[in-house]
């Protein structure tokens, strides 16, 4: 442990715990534990743990609001980016029926607001059932959230109920 690095803790404490941030993805590290009493020093057992491998991202499932005949708001939280970047998400969408919707079908591309991305899917048929999910694309893979089913509202065609003939000569 020729590169350890000190981590102190509140002295007096039978029990402790670090929260150690910052590792690299699939690494192995050592730890060991010690105390100082001024004259001597006594040291734990050395152990070893390795972080997990990086992943694709995660995304939370999406939230629909603001339903119209043609269109609809949807929101989705990024929870964990995988230890890489994202360099493309969005939200992809198709009629429920249809497969599964991937990042080639209908689209709408969408930047991250801090941890967010939000969109409103326009162009949309009046009273059809759409299958909608967010997606990330990071240098550690392609995720999808889960599937979300929103159904547009019913167009209101104005009618006549009575037509009237009326007499339609000038005087």
């Known amino acids: 442990m020729a590169e350890a690095k000190e981590m102190p803790v509140t002295s007096g404490e039978t029990n402790f715990s670090v929260q150690v941030q910052d590792l690299e993805p699939n690494k192995t590290y050592y730890f060991c534990s010690y105390a100082y009493g001024g004259y001597s020093m006594v040291r734990g057992e050395v152990r070893s743990f390795t972080t997990s491998q990086s992943n694709a991202p995660v995304f939370q ?4 609001s603001n339903t119209t005949v043609n269109s609809f708001n949807i929101t989705s939280e990024l929870l964990d980016d995988g ?3 994202l360099m493309l998400s ?3 969408y198709n009629k429920v029926g249809e497969k599964t919707p991937t990042f080639i079908d209908l689209v709408e591309n969408v930047e991250l ?4 991305i939000t969109a409103t899917i326009t162009g949309l048929a009046p009273s059809t059932s759409y299958q909608i999910r967010a997606y990330g694309a990071s240098g550690n893979g392609l995720a999808y959230s889960d599937l979300v089913t929103v159904t547009t509202e019913v167009a209101i065609v104005p009618f006549l109920s009575a037509v009237e003939a009326v007499d339609t000569t000038f005087q």
Request: proline content about 7%; hydrophobic content about 30%; charged content about 5%.
């Open 61 to 64: 499932t999406p939230v629909v």
């Open 83 to 85: 230890g890489s970047e």
């Open 90 to 92: 969005g939200f992809c």
């Open 113 to 116: 607001s801090g941890n967010v």
